[in-house]
């Protein structure tokens, strides 16, 4: 008996939900929502992820479903590389895009903020986390019950990226301001969703590695990209090396499960199949 009903439950209740908790967010930009109340809406709003990957595990397979979802937050022996892996990735990704850019005649001033990329970290940390529940923990192996690693990662990746709207709509958007545009953003999450697949995969479905991954790229891109203001043209650079190595990745592993262990499914993690890797002692 599978725990999980389905990803398309998720799909509809983490757009209801985040839209719902970050709309007063948007109101509030326009002056149409009291501005006090907006970090509360705000916080809801990032973690309903979580809150849709709850909702949906509870309603498949109640408290052994919770457990397996949160379980994969244990640390296990076979990810500790993949952690230096998530660690230090988004600083390459992020130093080749920026080459790039100055290979094409950019111009690049070296930030002076190594000693904030760690609290930076950890802030980013303790937020994406809720994301990568539901996303990777939830979405991503319960979609790979019957498609392959790659079909599973441009789904997550599209409603990824949906699920941000908010960001776009607000007044004097930061996020507009970086990526230029919607579309930027949205393809960035499609190809970034196949990077984030291989590492969940790899790491036999660890949400530690794809949560810092996740923390280590948006900080070292608040350090990296945010530097006079030329994010926004730095950003197509980016997108470029993320697509390379999505395309190593795919061209290395295959789509069918973009890694050397197979894909990971929620039968896998419910131990129908297999058993979960153990913790660390």
């Given at each position: 008996?599978?725990?999980?009903?389905?990803?398309?439950?998720?799909?509809?209740?983490?757009?209801?939900?985040?839209?719902?908790?970050?709309?007063?967010?948007?109101?509030?930009?326009?002056?149409?929502?009291?501005?006090?109340?907006?970090?509360?809406?705000?916080?809801?709003?990032?973690?309903?992820?979580?809150?849709?990957?709850?909702?949906?595990?509870?309603?498949?397979?109640?408290?052994?479903?919770?457990?397996?979802?949160?379980?994969?937050?244990?640390?296990?022996?076979?990810?500790?590389?993949?952690?230096?892996?998530?660690?230090?990735?988004?600083?390459?990704?992020?130093?080749?895009?920026?080459?790039?850019?100055?290979?094409?005649?950019?111009?690049?001033?070296?930030?002076?903020?190594?000693?904030?990329?760690?609290?930076?970290?950890?802030?980013?940390?303790?937020?994406?986390?809720?994301?990568?529940?539901?996303?990777?923990?939830?979405?991503?192996?319960?979609?790979?019950?019957?498609?392959?690693a790659l079909i599973s990662s441009i789904i997550v990746g599209i409603f990824w990226g949906a699920w941000h709207w908010p960001h776009?709509?607000?007044?004097?958007?930061?996020?507009?301001?970086?990526?230029?545009?919607?579309?930027?953003?949205?393809?960035?999450?499609?190809?970034?969703?196949?990077?984030?697949?291989?590492?969940?995969?790899?790491?036999?479905?660890?949400?530690?590695?794809?949560?810092?991954?996740?923390?280590?790229?948006?900080?070292?891109?608040?350090?990296?990209?945010?530097?006079?203001?030329?994010?926004?043209?730095?950003?197509?650079?980016?997108?470029?090396?993320?697509?390379?190595?999505?395309?190593?990745?795919?061209?290395?592993?295959?789509?069918?499960?973009?890694?050397?262990?197979?894909?990971?499914?929620?039968?896998?993690?419910?131990?129908?199949?297999?058993?979960?890797?153990?913790?660390?002692?």
């Amino acid at each position: 008996m599978r725990f999980i009903s389905g990803p398309t439950l998720y799909f509809l209740l983490v757009l209801a939900i985040g839209g719902v908790f970050y709309a007063p967010w948007v109101l509030s930009s326009y002056g149409l929502f009291p501005a006090e109340f907006t970090p509360i809406f705000v916080t809801l709003g990032g973690v309903s992820p979580t809150l849709a990957a709850v909702i949906s595990v509870r309603r498949g397979h109640s408290g052994e479903g919770m457990k397996y979802l949160f379980g994969q937050l244990v640390p296990r022996r076979s990810s500790i590389v993949w952690l230096l892996v998530a660690l230090f990735l988004p600083l390459l990704i992020g130093a080749i895009a920026i080459l790039m850019w100055v290979a094409s005649g950019g111009e690049y001033e070296s930030p002076d903020a190594a000693l904030v990329f760690l609290p930076l970290l950890l802030a980013n940390l303790i937020a994406n986390i809720w994301e990568e529940i539901g996303w990777r923990g939830y979405a991503l192996p319960s979609l790979q019950e019957r498609h392959s690693a790659l079909i599973s990662s441009i789904i997550v990746g599209i409603f990824w990226g949906a699920w941000h709207w908010p960001h776009f709509s607000i007044k004097d958007s930061q996020m507009i301001s970086n990526y230029g545009n919607f579309a930027w953003f949205l393809a960035v999450t499609i190809a970034g969703s196949v990077i984030y697949t291989w590492l969940y995969n790899s790491s036999e479905g660890s949400l530690l590695v794809t949560s810092l991954y996740h923390a280590s790229g948006n900080a070292s891109g608040m350090i990296l990209f945010m530097n006079g203001g030329i994010a926004h043209r730095i950003y197509p650079f980016y997108l470029a090396t993320i697509l390379l190595l999505a395309s190593s990745l795919l061209l290395a592993f295959g789509p069918g499960s973009l890694s050397m262990r197979g894909k990971i499914k929620h039968s896998d993690i419910g131990g129908s199949r297999s058993p979960p890797a153990r913790p660390l002692p």
